[in-house]
């Protein structure tokens, strides 16, 4: 256990809905980060927040979006879901600056 | 701007010999750094090592090491003595310490060990 906190493991859902995902970091860390892996794109950045606040933005679509709550845990919330949005997400956390994050076990989203 | 290359997509080796998985990074920065990442067929993400671009010795750890040159912009992984246990993906990853830390991975490696 990494002792970051991913929920739901599978979610399976229609095109044209909305999910919440949410990740709990590990005690103590005030970053939270998320990354999206399909199988074309990799390992792709989406979003970061540093104790409640926006800190940096990858290439995150305007249908994505996100926060951090006073407790630090995170949610990435994903509207208007196509096909492609099918992908493992993850949510990551890290204690200080550039030491290297800690990752969950991730969210499989499947979109049918 | 940042980037991360993992030219080898797919590497098949038989159980016991050594291989290497290549990384070479593009930055502006002279700050930064560099990160091994491994993920398992299970798909959870698990941290091997993080270097910063002022520390270039090279680093062993049981059976895995590390060669970071800067000269060539490359940071590559070897195992020795391989292990089926090893098959995995495995990425590289650059983070660049003046703008923030978020980290961008390479493609990743696919490395099957063969029994």
């Known amino acids: 256990d990494s002792g970051v906190t991913q929920t739901p493991k599978h979610l399976i859902t229609a095109t044209g809905q909305r999910v919440t995902l949410r990740c709990s970091p590990r005690s103590g860390d005030l970053s939270v980060y998320w990354y999206q892996q399909s199988l074309d794109q990799g390992l792709q950045f989406l979003i970061q927040?540093?104790?409640?606040?926006?800190?940096a933005k990858g290439n995150i679509l305007e249908r994505f979006s996100a926060q951090q709550f006073p407790d630090l845990h995170s949610e990435l919330n994903l509207s208007s879901l196509e096909l492609g949005d099918s992908a493992l997400y993850f949510c990551?956390?890290?204690?200080?600056?550039?030491?290297?994050?800690?990752f969950g076990s991730g969210t499989r989203l499947t979109v049918v | 701007a940042q980037k991360v290359t993992q030219a080898q997509t797919e590497i098949s080796v038989v159980e016991k010999e050594d291989v290497t998985l290549d990384c070479v990074y593009e930055?502006?920065?002279?700050?930064?750094?560099l990160f091994w990442y491994k993920q398992p067929p299970s798909g959870e993400l698990v941290f091997l090592i993080r270097r910063n671009s002022f520390d270039e010795q090279n680093e062993i750890s049981g059976r895995y090491s590390w060669n970071f040159q800067k000269s060539t912009s490359s940071f590559n992984f070897t195992i020795t003595a391989s292990q089926v246990v090893d098959s995995a993906v495995y990425f590289c990853?650059?983070?660049?310490?003046?703008?923030?830390?978020?980290?961008?991975f390479g493609k990743g490696t696919r490395l099957h060990i063969l029994p």
């Open positions: 927040y540093y104790n409640g606040e926006e800190r």
């Open positions: 930055t502006r920065d002279t700050t930064y750094y």
């Open positions: 990551a956390s890290s204690a200080y600056y550039n030491y290297g994050y800690t």
């Open positions: 990853a650059l983070s660049e310490v003046d703008r923030d830390d978020k980290i961008i």
